[in-house]
């Protein structure tokens, strides 16, 4: 099973960007369905970006739609999130998540599908 680590987390101004990076340890990552979420304060945790094994199929919240983009680099095991145009109700915990799917080029889009997490990195977009 993978351990995933998250990077890339700041603070911003509003209509700034930020790319957040999930590296992955092991050498399956190209198995694993990918996602981001995340978690503002008194807040349940939220899906934000999914994307497939091969990153063929990617599947955006309609809240960051047009405005964050997720990619994959499998020979590096590591996955991006590219936000830009950021809004203060951005600001959150992004975590990162895993789950092995074998052969199939599948998207998952809730928490329980996923049973690897990341630690998570803080975002602020500051107003």
């Known amino acids: 099973q993978v351990q995933l680590v998250e990077s890339g987390g700041g603070l911003v101004q509003a209509g700034g960007s930020l790319r957040l990076s999930c590296t992955a340890s092991?050498?399956?990552?190209?198995?694993?369905?990918m996602g981001w979420f995340r978690q503002a304060p008194g807040k349940e945790r939220e899906f934000v970006e999914g994307?497939?094994?091969?990153?063929?199929?990617?599947y955006s919240a309609d809240s960051v739609k047009g405005r964050f983009t997720i990619s994959r680099d499998n020979a590096k095991n590591t996955m991006y999130l590219q936000m830009n145009s950021l809004k203060p109700e951005d600001t959150a915990v992004y975590y990162c998540a895993a789950k092995a799917v074998g052969g199939f080029d599948i998207i998952f889009t809730t928490q329980g599908a996923y049973n690897v997490w990341g630690q998570g990195t803080q975002v602020t977009v500051s107003s």
């Open positions: 994307i497939s094994p091969s990153g063929g199929r990617t």
């Open positions: 092991g050498r399956t990552f190209s198995i694993y369905a």
